[in-house]
């Protein structure tokens, strides 16, 4: 049986397993590393072959695409030959379905092809830059770059025009130590502002000879910036040297992992996929596994069965002791973005390296934020603490190594730094020490240990005592969610538990700290066996260790303030995790009150120049919202501000639609409507949900009646398929709909025909969680509240139009939508609170239906010009 993804097959025929022979698993084998939508037509698209019309022809097309495929095997003119040989071998003896065909088409290479891993470049080390020149990039200078990043001759606009010539203060040279030169520059929808800001970012980058940071919130955003950098440098090879893409380590394929897999480290489904990626990992420009040149449909149709474990999740990477260190992709990002003129990273990282990078000497200096409206929700998961179980669990795994049964290449501090042992006693004594500390960490099976009641060493007791204290206080236990309460008001039993974890704590935190005092002076000494790898590990050792010293800290500092006064720069709870009504984690949670406080003192602080933009920076107040918003208050720098409104005609080409007869909570009405509107805007629809829960509900209603008009509906957290593939499938047919929840709100860019439609479920309110209620206290109360839910809504009705040709309707199914929160739409955009029938004929009206289907590619993702 022939079948095109089949787990999402699987789920909508309602069969928990289906097998087959899978075309996308063909696909990548064949072309790996290739950009294709998962769908008849995407797949049609990518071969050339004539899009289907209808599911008849879509069935027949997998034949015809399944035999095309196939003849590329015997194609001398194939690009991805090398590495297929034995890879369709290593494939077979996993019994993997296409293997026969496969295998049979290929012809024996002549000589032994490279193994993967001797086929990756090599990285250079290179010599350290020189601080950059204090230039400032002249106007005249600016305005050219800008022309010819627009093109000679391109329609004239004069705020894009403004917003470069603003931006070029964040160049300035510094002044005065602390004092960064800020611009905060908001910058209306359809602006320009990314090649706004590129125009003196790349001028700076050229005269200075530094390097400026360009940071993004969303994956969307991160990469229209990398497709818009081949403006600057057109040529790709100058490009890979001037761009860098940058990531957390978590998303790059860890070669050290992937060997591991290979060498049966996986074993079934597992293997196979371990198998496709190598023949990926051959061909990847960059090796990024997540949002890179990796199918986001490849891992989920293993389930996502080892795709995670191939990354270095667990921070276990053993740097110049890897025998892959010099090919790693994480080292080559590293270093590559150190000597290129723009590096496009996302804020966590930014805020990680600013931390960190004193170690690398990547700490970021000049920097654009772009979707500065995100750097609090960036700095508030990026500067907190948690002490639960599975955070100490995976301290204990990587001070103890493997215990029991479990398996892999994973080694324990004793092992990875075996040759320090040898050469210093002190430092061999304090490993040995950190080890026998750590096994007072929760160990394998310790959830189940707290649900019986039997928990082992004095963290589990106090995760246990935690457990109750939530149990007996936190409401909703039986909507099976995560559950929280205040760290206040502890019971005596609860704040007799939190001693004996102090105490174990710091018993592991001092032979750390000593460790990383014996490394640093080996790396004085310099004995004879430091060479330079062995010199390279010991750095990274200190680094990671350093890391871990931090969290510990952290730790000892939210345990030692339970049961006393509470600090007033802190919020700090206790939880339990739970999905759907299955504990998966426990613990003691902190959070700043204030986040952008620590974010400014880490990455404003020490920056010469930070231009900090987004569609959305004043939340439609002033200046000092946007201040506050970004932690710019927190300095004392001077800060130049900048708007330009939206060019776009929001009064002629949208309108506000307020559905004021659905009743909240009533799922079959909510369902209804969502199916009419829908239907009625002929698919193009977004559908926004809050919960999760209330997302399912409504799909489960309405998929059936939609498919059997040809409207096509995906969901996030009901289709087994990863969200950036579930918007390409979206935005390739102009008949979809996709629901979603938050990170649909804000990543989605969808211009043109895709995108008609966008319907709430209601008013976003914020969930009431402990941490909220602490901010909402001290930040005047219901106004917080508004200010979040304007933000929201500003961002979900910001989908709509993207380009100055879209037009399309924002439905908010909402019977008590206060007056207040409509300054969140752009100004003149038409609001009418209707009933549901009279919003279905509005819809028919200005959702106007899509023109025939497009059988044009719409590859790639778009950028907004
Ligand atoms: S250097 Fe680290 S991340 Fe890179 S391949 Fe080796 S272990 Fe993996």
């Not at 394929?253 to 060498?263: P, T």
């Not at 420009?285 to 389930?303: C, E, H, V, Y």
């Not at 339970?562 to 709870?573: E, I, S």
């Not at 219901?782 to 839910?789: C, F, G, V």
Request: charged residues 25%.
């Amino acid at each position: 049986m022939i079948l095109l993804n089949a787990p999402l097959t699987g789920e909508r025929l309602g069969y928990p397993e289906l097998s087959g022979l899978d075309m996308l698993e063909l696909f990548a084998f064949v072309h790996p590393a290739q950009f294709m939508v998962p769908t008849p037509k995407g797949l049609a698209t990518a071969l050339g072959l004539a899009v289907p019309d209808g599911d008849e022809e879509a069935a027949q097309l997998l034949h015809h695409a399944a035999a095309a495929l196939l003849s590329r095997l015997e194609d001398p003119a194939w690009a991805e030959r090398e590495g297929a040989w034995a890879s369709a071998g290593s494939l077979g003896r996993l019994r993997w379905p296409w293997a026969p065909v496969v295998t049979e088409r290929l012809s024996k290479p002549e000589q032994s092809q490279r193994w993967l891993f001797s086929r990756l470049p090599e990285w250079q080390e290179a010599a350290s830059r020189p601080p950059p020149h204090p230039v400032m990039p002249g106007r005249e200078a600016v305005l050219n770059r800008l022309d010819e990043l627009t093109g000679h001759g391109a329609e004239e606009r004069p705020g894009q025009r403004d917003y470069a010539l603003a931006a070029i203060e964040a160049f300035a040279p510094r002044q005065r130590r602390d004092s960064p030169n800020l611009v905060l520059g908001e910058a209306g929808t359809g602006i320009g502002k990314t090649l706004g800001y590129l125009a003196p970012a790349s001028v700076w980058a050229e005269q200075a000879g530094g390097v400026v940071w360009i940071s993004t919130f969303t994956k969307a955003l991160q990469r229209q910036l990398n497709t818009e950098s081949a403006r600057i440098f057109p040529d790709p090879m100058q490009r890979a040297v001037k761009v860098v893409v940058r990531k957390g380590r978590e998303n790059y394929l860890c070669l050290l992992n992937l060997e591991d897999a290979l060498q049966g480290g996986f074993a079934g489904r597992a293997a196979v996929l371990a198998q496709l990626v190598a023949r990926w990992a051959a061909y990847t420009r960059d090796g990024d596994m997540i949002g890179g040149d990796l199918p986001g449909w490849l891992p989920t149709l293993f389930r996502r069965n080892g795709a995670t474990a191939l990354t270095d999740r667990r921070g276990e990477c053993v740097y110049a002791g890897c025998p892959h260190y010099r090919k790693c992709f994480i080292e080559r990002a590293s270093r590559a973005s150190a000597q290129a003129d723009i590096v496009i990273a996302n804020h966590a990282l930014v805020m990680v390296n600013a931390a960190r990078g004193r170690e690398t000497g990547n700490i970021p200096l000049r920097l654009v934020l772009d979707e500065g409206h995100h750097l609090a929700d960036a700095a508030d998961s990026m500067f907190a603490a948690a002490l639960t179980g599975q955070e100490a669990i995976e301290l204990r795994r990587w001070i103890v190594g493997p215990e029991g049964k479990s398996r892999g290449r994973r080694r324990g501090l004793a092992a990875r730094l075996a040759d320090v042992s040898s050469y210093d006693q002190d430092g061999g004594a304090a490993i040995a020490a950190a080890a026998h500390a750590a096994m007072a960490l929760p160990a394998e099976g310790w959830l189940q240990r707290i649900a019986e009641g039997s928990p082992f060493g004095p963290i589990e007791i106090f995760l246990a005592a935690v457990r109750g204290q939530v149990y007996a206080r936190a409401d909703a236990q039986d909507a099976g969610y995560g559950l929280e309460t205040e760290a206040a008001g502890l019971s005596g039993p609860t704040i007799a538990t939190v001693e004996p974890a102090l105490i174990a704590l710091d018993a592991l935190l001092r032979p750390l700290v000593t460790i990383g005092r014996r490394l640093e002076s080996i790396l004085e000494e310099a004995p004879d066996w430091l060479d330079g790898p062995a010199r390279a590990r010991i750095e990274g050792a200190i680094a990671s260790l350093g890391w871990r010293r931090d969290a510990l800290s952290a730790w000892l500092s939210m345990l030692s303030r339970l049961g006393g006064p509470a600090d007033p720069d802190f919020v700090d709870w206790l939880a339990v995790d739970r999905i759907e009504g299955r504990e998966v984690d426990i613990g003691l949670h902190r959070h700043w009150l204030d986040p952008t406080r620590p974010f400014a003192q880490t990455v404003l602080k020490p920056a010469h120049g930070v231009l900090i933009t987004s569609a959305t920076l004043r939340n439609g107040e002033d200046w000092t919202t946007a201040e506050d918003r970004t932690g710019v208050r927190h300095l004392d720098a001077p800060t130049h501000h900048f708007a330009s409104a939206s060019p776009f005609d929001y009064a002629g080409r949208s309108a506000v639609l307020i559905v004021t007869d659905i009743k909240r909570g009533d799922i079959p009405q909510l369902a209804g409507a969502y199916a009419r509107l829908i239907a009625a805007a002929d698919g193009g629809t977004l559908g926004l949900f809050t919960a999760i829960r209330r997302l399912r509900a409504v799909h489960a209603r309405i998929a059936d009646r939609l498919a059997r008009d040809r409207l096509p509906l995906y969901a996030q957290h009901v289709d087994p398929i990863d969200t950036g593939t579930l918007v390409d499938m979206f935005r390739d047919d102009p008949r979809a709909s996709l629901l979603g929840t938050d990170a649909l709100r804000d990543g989605v860019d969808v211009p043109g025909e895709s995108l008609r439609q966008v319907i709430m479920e209601g008013v976003p309110w914020p969930k009431p969680t402990v941490l909220h209620a602490a901010r909402k206290a001290a930040n005047g109360g219901s106004s917080y509240d508004d200010r979040i839910i304007r933000a929201r809504l500003a961002q979900a009705f910001g989908r709509l139009i993207r380009r100055a040709d879209d037009r399309g309707v924002f439905v908010l199914l909402s019977a008590a939508m206060p007056s207040r929160l409509l300054s969140a739409f752009p100004p003149g955009t038409p609001v009418e609170r209707v009933t549901l029938d009279e919003a279905i004929v509005r819809v028919k009206a200005l959702a106007s239906p899509p023109p025939a289907l497009s059988t044009g590619p719409q590859l790639g993702h778009h950028a907004i010009p």
